[in-house]
T-cell receptor
């Protein structure tokens, strides 16, 4: 059973507009969340994280929002740029020790110029 | 600090052969994890090593194995290769502790093609 779910496999956004990538989780014990960005044939790159004691974390054009009651987090990219086109993964540390990080299946973002 | 390095970057093998992939973590990182990425499958966890001990293992057959050395460098081995083993193999290192210590830093991956 997937503990971290990214239900949208792909998303297309116009350059300059907002991109919103969503992630849901089932394990209420998760207390830290990360977003990774991946270009083809490269390893994922850490983008931004959020602790469960916060509901928002911002870093430049990237903001992550956490809604613990809904077990939902989202990554906002404003404004979107063509270079943001990549696959974005949501992840959480599995504190039960089963795996170091549990990843969603990813969302492919295409930013159209 | 230098990032995570993986060698080789590309590899072509024949069914039935075996292969060894290498990963050097970021200096000071004691945890090394391995993932397999195939089209549409996301990142599938293979195993994690911490201080030379396998700490976690994913749902892969015994043909997939690994080890970690005292300098934290890690190798993974796949024996009796099958066509379905063709994938991008990613190595990630982290401090291996709680919270932000779980942030994993990935290498560029090894692209394995089995023919």
């Amino acid at each position: 059973d997937q503990q971290v779910k990214q239900n949208s496999p792909s998303l297309s956004v116009q350059e300059g507009r907002i991109s919103i990538l969503n992630c849901d989780y089932t394990n209420s014990m998760f207390d830290y969340f990360l977003w990774y960005k991946k270009y083809p044939a490269e390893g994922p790159t850490f983008l931004i994280s959020i602790s469960s004691i916060k509901d928002k974390n911002e870093d430049g054009r990237f903001t992550v929002f956490l809604n613990k009651s809904a077990k939902h987090l989202s990554l906002h990219i404003v404004p979107s740029q063509p270079g943001d086109s990549a696959v974005y993964f949501c992840a959480a540390p599995d504190n039960s020790g089963n795996t170091p990080l549990v990843f969603g299946k990813g969302t492919r973002l295409s930013v159209i110029a | 600090k230098a990032g995570v390095t993986q060698t080789p970057r590309y590899l072509i093998k024949t069914r039935g052969q075996q292969v060894t992939l290498s990963c050097s973590p970021i200096s000071g990182h004691r945890s090394v994890s391995w993932y397999q990425q195939t089209p549409g499958q996301g990142l599938q966890f293979l195993f994690e090593y911490f201080s030379e001990t396998q700490r976690n293992k994913g749902n892969f057959p015994g043909r997939f194995s690994g080890r970690q050395f005292s300098n934290s460098r890690s190798e993974m081995n796949v024996s009796t290769l099958e066509l379905g083993d063709s994938a991008l193999y990613l190595c990630a290192s982290s401090l291996g502790s709680t919270g932000s210590g779980y942030e994993q830093y990935f290498g560029p991956g090894t692209r394995l093609t089995v023919t």
